[in-house]
């Protein structure tokens, strides 16, 4: 993992260099190891690296990488967990390599197969190979968008980074996009699902996931395609029993790929049933291991014993430390435990969101920055977690009615009817009236008025200043789309690939290379991904429960009230009553204060009382304000 950044000129700039050196400075947190540049001799193309040192600890693996004799040079952020398999597939194709890591085989497969070698990486990944032959810039983000990639062009520069930060360290001005601004405080999200390189400030994109880029100092217009899709609408005809069965194999591979490592290898566990069952994965392959010493390197104690992170708060209804400590003593895991507070948010919320760059919706990010804090404390740098299965396995509560509405849909009014009543016994709290039932039969209908209904929440919001909603004149819909759904995929898919998902994945990224950690998260393999969007709904919700399938593989791994529990909290922190604390509800009023002077929100705003709310409530406009205002 590591931190990359560039700049592409038509012409030479003798600045160049400095500007370069000021970006990876910038990026100084996502690679701690080691840091490099490399120009062309043309003093056009200007590459710059910081490396996190996980694979190859060697000088052989330094960034920017030269291969076929300077032809073509590569600054990579990421992992390819399959490099291994296509190394030796170019070896016997004639190619040689000089370092152990990956990086070096994503050149060679680029200049054996082009544009066509991201077909091969299963991984996550964002990486730019100039080739001097070609006088062409080539970038690519992997599938889900799980590692960054931000630019900058004109018609002089291509400039690109990791983050946004190392951009506006090259004089691009720091300008928040207004209409994302008006999203974010009344809707609570900064992605645009339709226009995808949009990002909460002007001037800078983002690199959609599943793309790639192409740019030259002649042409100075990139152009981006798409290279993976994920479909939603393939089927397979499987029994409940063989797909739990072949969804173990590949959840089990993609677990032993993302072991592969260097350097100390841990999880974060949250109690919930996704971190839970990485931790049963990497428990079971150490367990069938023949090679018992490497997995205690691999996980950096001679025990051999898997080390967790976790953040726990006493008292809290919410709390996870039951679940925790019944798994981490069910598996012989060593757990660390941290216990955030409101006092550390308010001395470390300047920090949290320099780090974040655009805003976040709850206080859990927070949480999350703390267990990154937590392994780096402990001295483990890379850590597996369970993100991603709530989008590809149908996981939130929230999913429940769309599952309802596609049954209803087949005119299967009695199983609709009695898979509510399993919901309701399980303690699954959904909406459901006659609104649900049109839209099962009127799915486009129902589209439209979800369209509606984000729009009005836009324009009414009783704080927002008129004038901004005044000065957005012909952008009111921007940003604001809903999939029209007639099965749980629909959805699913939205999440996954369009909205939801990828912003999930910026608190991960920001968090753990805030304090130089490395997340990998094994449920994002394209291959289990794939194969669970081939499974009908009925394996994904059934008799009750969401992730449905989960819970029939890990049955017999994982402690049944971890298996079969009813709620779902992950890394929740106790936000409302945080927001109970007289320093942070005076921190809350200066943020609107601030935004009162801005023009964004109206001066009656200051009159009303802090409402303080749960992490993943509605309407946390108060958290909004805390933190836009600081981003301002």
Same mark, same amino acid.
């Given at each position: 993992?590591?931190?990359?950044?560039?700049?592409?000129?038509?012409?030479?700039?003798?600045?160049?260099?400095?500007?370069?050196?000021?970006?990876?400075? *910038? %990026?100084?947190?996502? @690679?701690?190891?080691?840091?490099?540049?490399?120009?062309?001799?043309? /003093?056009?193309?200007? =590459? !710059? &690296?910081?490396?996190?040192?996980?694979?190859?600890?060697?000088?052989?693996?330094?960034?920017?990488?030269?291969?076929?004799?300077?032809?073509?040079?590569?600054?990579?952020?990421?992992?390819?967990?399959?490099?291994?398999?296509?190394?030796?597939?170019?070896?016997?194709?004639?190619?040689?390599?000089?370092?152990?890591?990956?990086?070096?085989?994503?050149?060679?497969?680029?200049?054996?197969?082009?544009?066509?070698?991201?077909?091969?990486?299963?991984?996550?990944?964002?990486?730019?190979?100039?080739?001097?032959?070609?006088?062409?810039?080539?970038?690519?983000?992997?599938?889900?968008?799980?590692?960054?990639?931000?630019?900058?062009?004109?018609?002089?520069?291509?400039?690109?980074?990791?983050?946004?930060? *190392? %951009?506006?360290?090259? @004089?691009?001005?720091?300008?928040?996009?207004?209409?994302?601004?008006? /999203?974010?405080?009344? =809707? !609570? &999200?900064?992605?645009?699902?339709?226009?995808?390189?949009?990002?909460?400030?002007?001037?800078?994109?983002?690199?959609?996931?599943?793309?790639?880029?192409?740019?030259?100092?002649?042409?100075?217009?990139?152009?981006?395609?798409?290279?993976?899709?994920?479909?939603?609408?393939?089927?397979?005809?499987?029994?409940?029993?063989?797909?739990?069965?072949?969804?173990?194999?590949?959840?089990?591979?993609?677990?032993?790929?993302?072991?592969?490592?260097?350097?100390?290898?841990?999880?974060?566990?949250?109690?919930?049933?996704?971190?839970?069952?990485?931790?049963?994965?990497?428990?079971?392959?150490?367990?069938?291991?023949?090679?018992?010493?490497?997995?205690?390197?691999?996980?950096?104690?001679?025990?051999?014993?898997?080390?967790?992170?976790?953040?726990?708060?006493?008292?809290?209804?919410?709390?996870?430390?039951?679940?925790?400590?019944? =798994?981490?003593?069910?598996?012989?895991?060593?757990?660390?435990?941290?216990?955030?507070?409101?006092?550390?948010?308010?001395?470390?919320?300047?920090?949290?969101?320099?780090?974040?760059?655009?805003?976040?919706?709850?206080?859990?990010?927070?949480?999350?920055?703390?267990?990154?804090?937590?392994?780096?404390?402990?001295?483990?740098?890379?850590?597996?977690?369970?993100?991603?299965?709530?989008?590809?396995?149908?996981?939130?509560?929230?999913?429940?009615?769309?599952?309802?509405?596609?049954?209803?849909?087949?005119?299967?009014?009695?199983?609709?009817?009695?898979?509510?009543?399993?919901?309701?016994?399980?303690?699954?709290?959904?909406?459901?009236?006659?609104?649900?039932?049109?839209?099962?039969?009127?799915?486009?209908?129902?589209?439209?008025?979800?369209?509606?209904?984000?729009?009005?929440?836009?324009?009414?919001?009783?704080?927002?200043?008129?004038?901004?909603?005044?000065?957005?004149?012909?952008?009111?819909?921007?940003?604001?789309?809903?999939?029209?759904?007639?099965?749980?995929?629909?959805?699913?898919?939205?999440?996954?690939?369009?909205?939801?998902?990828?912003?999930?994945?910026?608190?991960?990224?920001?968090?753990?290379?805030?304090?130089?950690?490395?997340?990998?998260?094994?449920?994002?393999?394209?291959?289990?991904?794939?194969?669970?969007?081939?499974?009908?709904?009925?394996?994904?919700?059934?008799?009750?429960?969401?992730?449905?399938?989960?819970?029939?593989?890990?049955?017999?791994?994982?402690?049944?009230?971890?298996?079969?529990?009813?709620?779902?909290?992950?890394?929740?922190?106790?936000?409302?009553?945080?927001?109970?604390?007289?320093?942070?509800?005076?921190?809350?009023?200066?943020?609107?204060?601030?935004?009162?002077?801005?023009?964004?929100?109206?001066?009656?705003?200051?009159?009303?009382?802090?409402?303080?709310?749960?992490?993943?409530?509605?309407?946390?406009?108060?958290?909004?304000?805390?933190?836009?205002?600081?981003?301002?």
């Amino acid at each position: 993992m590591c931190g990359i950044a560039g700049i592409l000129l038509n012409k030479p700039n003798s600045e160049a260099p400095v500007f370069l050196k000021k970006m990876t400075d *910038a %990026l100084a947190h996502r @690679g701690p190891d080691a840091e490099g540049s490399w120009s062309n001799e043309k /003093n056009t193309v200007h =590459l !710059g &690296h910081r490396r996190l040192s996980i694979i190859d600890l060697s000088n052989n693996a330094a960034q920017p990488m030269p291969y076929a004799a300077g032809r073509y040079h590569i600054v990579h952020n990421g992992e390819i967990y399959n490099y291994a398999g296509i190394k030796k597939f170019l070896q016997n194709k004639g190619y040689n390599f000089s370092s152990r890591t990956d990086s070096e085989v994503i050149v060679a497969a680029y200049d054996y197969w082009k544009e066509r070698c991201l077909q091969q990486f299963d991984g996550m990944f964002s990486f730019v190979i100039w080739d001097e032959k070609e006088e062409q810039l080539f970038a690519a983000r992997d599938r889900f968008g799980e590692k960054p990639f931000y630019y900058y062009e004109d018609h002089e520069h291509f400039i690109f980074a990791s983050e946004m930060k *190392a %951009l506006w360290k090259t @004089g691009i001005e720091k300008n928040i996009d207004r209409k994302m601004l008006l /999203n974010y405080l009344t =809707l !609570g &999200h900064v992605q645009n699902c339709v226009d995808k390189e949009q990002t909460f400030f002007e001037s800078v994109y983002s690199l959609p996931p599943a793309h790639y880029l192409k740019v030259s100092p002649a042409d100075r217009q990139s152009r981006i395609k798409r290279y993976w899709q994920l479909n939603k609408e393939t089927r397979i005809e499987i029994s409940e029993t063989d797909a739990a069965e072949k969804f173990t194999e590949i959840f089990d591979s993609s677990v032993k790929k993302r072991l592969r490592s260097d350097v100390p290898v841990g999880t974060s566990l949250s109690g919930g049933l996704d971190s839970s069952s990485v931790a049963a994965s990497i428990n079971h392959l150490n367990r069938i291991s023949p090679a018992a010493e490497d997995i205690a390197h691999i996980l950096g104690n001679p025990s051999g014993k898997l080390q967790s992170f976790s953040a726990v708060f006493p008292g809290f209804e919410n709390d996870e430390s039951a679940y925790i400590n019944l =798994l981490t003593g069910n598996l012989s895991i060593k757990n660390h435990q941290t216990q955030p507070d409101a006092a550390g948010l308010i001395n470390e919320f300047e920090k949290l969101c320099y780090h974040q760059e655009e805003p976040f919706q709850s206080a859990g990010i927070y949480t999350q920055y703390k267990v990154f804090e937590l392994a780096k404390q402990h001295d483990v740098k890379v850590l597996l977690d369970g993100q991603g299965a709530d989008e590809i396995l149908a996981g939130y509560p929230r999913y429940i009615h769309w599952y309802l509405q596609e049954v209803l849909s087949r005119h299967k009014l009695g199983a609709s009817r009695k898979e509510r009543k399993a919901f309701l016994k399980n303690d699954q709290h959904f909406p459901w009236d006659i609104k649900n039932i049109f839209a099962a039969f009127l799915p486009s209908h129902a589209a439209i008025q979800l369209e509606k209904k984000e729009y009005l929440k836009t324009i009414h919001q009783p704080d927002i200043s008129t004038d901004l909603i005044r000065s957005l004149a012909g952008r009111e819909w921007e940003g604001i789309h809903k999939p029209i759904v007639t099965k749980l995929n629909d959805i699913l898919y939205f999440n996954t690939s369009e909205m939801g998902l990828e912003e999930l994945l910026r608190f991960a990224d920001r968090n753990s290379m805030a304090h130089g950690r490395e997340v990998r998260l094994p449920f994002l393999s394209h291959e289990l991904v794939e194969f669970v969007f081939s499974l009908p709904s009925q394996l994904k919700m059934q008799a009750g429960w969401t992730k449905y399938l989960l819970r029939k593989a890990m049955d017999k791994r994982l402690p049944p009230e971890i298996t079969w529990r009813k709620n779902k909290v992950g890394f929740e922190p106790p936000q409302k009553l945080w927001m109970q604390n007289g320093a942070v509800q005076e921190y809350i009023q200066e943020s609107k204060r601030k935004l009162v002077k801005a023009g964004i929100l109206n001066k009656k705003a200051l009159d009303k009382k802090i409402e303080p709310a749960a992490a993943h409530a509605e309407k946390n406009y108060d958290w909004r304000y805390l933190c836009a205002a600081q981003l301002l």
